[in-house]
């Protein structure tokens, strides 16, 4: 199957290379779930006011996405494009990585 | 699955043995007695290219085809596809396996390195173990390895570790026999301190390269609630995966024969209670260097192929062309039982393979020509690059495997000068069944060779050194001149010889004085009783006659007084 860094083919239309798609994996609806799908929302309209797509994957209703994907440890956030593609584990609460694994340098996102 | 060999369980507890599940790996199931702990993890340990991945796989594809266990592969070493190239080699045929369902490859690479974030779990691994156990209804697990694991997440170990656990006693909950992989550390079983929650059994695999020839080792470190074999087991990667060779597993079970051999010297026999070894008996030629330890494995070959026997000849040292050059110099032909086929040779510098690889390389050639007798020239030079222990762990192995198989092994050894020659470097001299000590012997400016059983089993043998001659005429073992001045060989015991002669011609000289001085000591004393004798005699005669006198002077006398009384009564005649 692929590395969890994987670029999966996706079955809509080409998307625009600049916009921001995620795919969030978490387990179920349990509160640590929630609250991480909360605070990644939050970053995002934030730090990304021009839009992004974000899949959400619950690993117990998709289990075979989760092999394929490589996903062991939830949360994991994949940010697909723009490429390259990079991998985020945990629940967003160390903002600055996130933002810098996003591609957003941390000195701007300090500024707004 | 549960074994009734008991060897190692004297209380014979077999009722109360734990269940088992075999591994298919040869010689495992034997030192582990069954396999693996059946519904329990077990943690195979050791450092990176021991065989720990290849180990869990084969657990796997046994379960699969040769128990009914579907098995899960869950894998962080690596793409699916290049675990699937990896054992296509090995005659494992992954993508057969899934098509059937007998076995799931969860396998991915975890090459980069993910953003921590913040809190994180690993329910996501416990989501794909549970999918992929119910997708195929497996009963054997495989998680290879840990460290991955701990590498990948790097920063949060403790959580690693807590979530290990959860898995862990989540596949004892479902009843999954389970084989988890772990690197192992300087001083402990594996890192990060999960051994103490692996500790149903414990395998350590090892793998080291002594002087550039490449070992593996496996052990049993522990096993709860079972029995084991607790050595260290010599292991190869060949053809059919991992082999383990246990010795102590090998049962002293193997039928002997009384029928006897020939050695292919006179001599020889003779010394070997007047016929030989016994048929598959394992024979060592121990000896420093030209002692002529070839030449006593090739007579063995000769006289084995005269017999119309198949010999497999292992040459550590010499190619064959110079073994058959040689050897023709003693009047051995081994080319013609080359030519008509009884005679295999298999020359290979000690060096060019790993000591396992030599082992089973052996074993190929022995099932494949199926010989009666099977030379070993010189054993002592596979201890070349690689420890002493090992070889003779390995030639335990051999031994007995040529016995089981009813198989007379000769093996010959070097004795490196100044080691006491009673002493084989690779200790085994205690298994083989004949010992003969090659030996030089100086003296005189003269260098001779000897030869003498050291031991021989079940026969009475000869407690001689004899000496071995050598020459174009061939191979023969001659008495040697034991006089008071030692064991004399060569000319010095021709000279010996002579000398002895000498003394022995003086000794009949004397002797034969004697015995004339003892004759005329003898006529001396005949004829001193014979005139004691003739006195005796004498006297008697003397005495007879003085009787009969005396007994004629009483009846005169009386004749005259009865004369005299008759003259008075009739008339006088004369006045007086």
């Known amino acids: 199957m692929s590395s969890p860094a994987g670029v999966q083919a996706r079955d809509e239309e080409p998307p625009n290379p600049g916009r921001l798609q995620l795919t969030l994996f978490v387990s179920g609806a349990s509160p640590a779930s929630s609250r991480a799908v909360r605070r990644l929302r939050d970053l995002c309209d934030q730090h990304f006011p021009s839009g992004y797509d974000l899949e959400i994957v619950d690993i117990y209703q998709q289990p075979e996405m989760v092999a394929s994907r490589g996903v062991l440890a939830v949360p994991t956030l994949i940010k697909e494009l723009p490429l390259p593609v990079r991998v985020l584990i945990g629940d967003f609460t160390d903002e600055a990585r996130v933002l810098a694994a996003l591609g957003l340098p941390h000195r701007r996102t300090a500024k707004s | ?576």
């Open chain 2, 1 to 576: 699955m549960v074994t009734s060999n008991n060897v190692h369980d004297p209380a014979g507890r077999s009722g109360l043995e734990l269940p088992k599940s075999p591994t298919g790996i040869t010689g495992f199931d034997e030192v582990s007695k069954g396999g693996l702990p059946t519904g329990r993890p077990t943690l195979v340990s050791g450092p990176p290219g021991a065989g720990k991945s290849l180990f869990a796989l084969q657990f796997l594809v046994h379960g699969a085809t040769g128990c009914a266990e579907p098995g899960v592969f869950l894998s962080f070493e690596g793409t699916r596809d290049k675990l699937a190239s990896d054992v296509r080699g090995l005659g494992i045929d992954l993508d057969a396996l899934e098509q059937e369902g007998r076995l799931l490859v969860d396998a991915q690479s975890m090459a980069g390195q993910a953003v921590a974030t913040g809190e994180f779990d690993l329910e996501a691994l416990m989501v794909r173990m549970a999918f992929a156990v119910d997708k195929i209804g497996a009963k054997r697990v495989a998680i290879d390895s840990l460290e991955s694991l701990f590498a990948a997440f790097g920063s949060r170990p403790e959580v690693v570790r807590s979530e290990l656990l959860r898995l862990f006693s989540w596949l004892e909950d479902r009843g999954l026999t389970a084989v988890i992989t772990g690197e192992r550390a300087e001083d402990t079983l594996i890192r990060h301190g999960m051994e103490e929650f692996l500790s149903d059994c414990v395998v350590l695999l090892d793998h080291r390269v002594v002087d550039e020839v490449a070992t593996r080792r496996l052990r049993i470190l522990k096993y709860r609630g079972s029995t084991h074999g607790r050595n260290e087991y010599p292991f190869l990667i060949g053809p059919a995966g991992l082999e383990v060779l246990p010795i102590t597993s090998l049962g002293l079970y193997q039928q002997v024969s009384n029928d006897r051999l020939s050695t292919g010297i006179t001599g020889l026999d003779e010394m070997l209670g007047g016929l030989g070894v016994f048929r598959g008996s394992s024979v060592l030629v121990s000896g420093t260097s030209g002692t002529g330890k070839t030449t006593i494995g090739a007579s063995f070959a000769s006289a084995a192929c005269q017999r119309g026997e198949r010999v497999l000849f292992f040459s550590f040292e010499e190619s064959q062309s110079e073994i058959l050059r040689n050897m023709a110099s003693v009047s051995l032909d081994l080319a013609g039982w080359v030519d008509r086929g009884l005679l295999h040779f298999q020359c290979q510098r000690p060096t060019t393979l790993g000591l396992e690889d030599h082992l089973a390389n052996m074993r190929r050639l022995v099932d494949r020509i199926a010989p009666t007798l099977v030379v070993i020239d010189p054993v002592s030079s596979l201890s070349r690059g690689t420890s002493k222990g090992d070889v003779s762990a390995m030639l335990t192995r051999q031994i007995y495997y040529l016995k089981s198989a009813g198989i007379t092994a000769v093996m010959t050894s070097l004795t490196e000068g100044g080691n006491d020659l009673e002493h084989t470097e690779l200790s085994i001299s205690s298994l083989v069944d004949t010992w003969l000590l090659a030996i030089t012997m100086q003296n005189s400016g003269e260098r001779n060779r000897g030869l003498y059983v050291l031991k021989s089993r079940g026969m009475a043998h000869s407690n001689q050194i004899r000496e071995f001659l050598l020459s174009s005429e061939g191979v023969s073992l001659v008495p040697v001149y034991m006089g008071p001045d030692g064991v004399l060989t060569g000319s010095a015991r021709a000279a010996a010889e002579a000398a002895e002669a000498d003394l022995g011609l003086g000794a009949e000289q004397e002797s034969s004085q004697l015995t004339e001085a003892m004759d005329l000591r003898k006529k001396a004393v005949e004829k001193r009783v014979a005139s004691t004798w003739a006195e005796f005699e004498a006297a008697e005669s003397l005495t007879a006659q003085r009787i009969t006198a005396s007994k004629k002077r009483a009846e005169a006398l009386r004749a005259a007084r009865l004369e005299q009384a008759r003259q008075r009564t009739d008339k006088p005649k004369d006045a007086q």
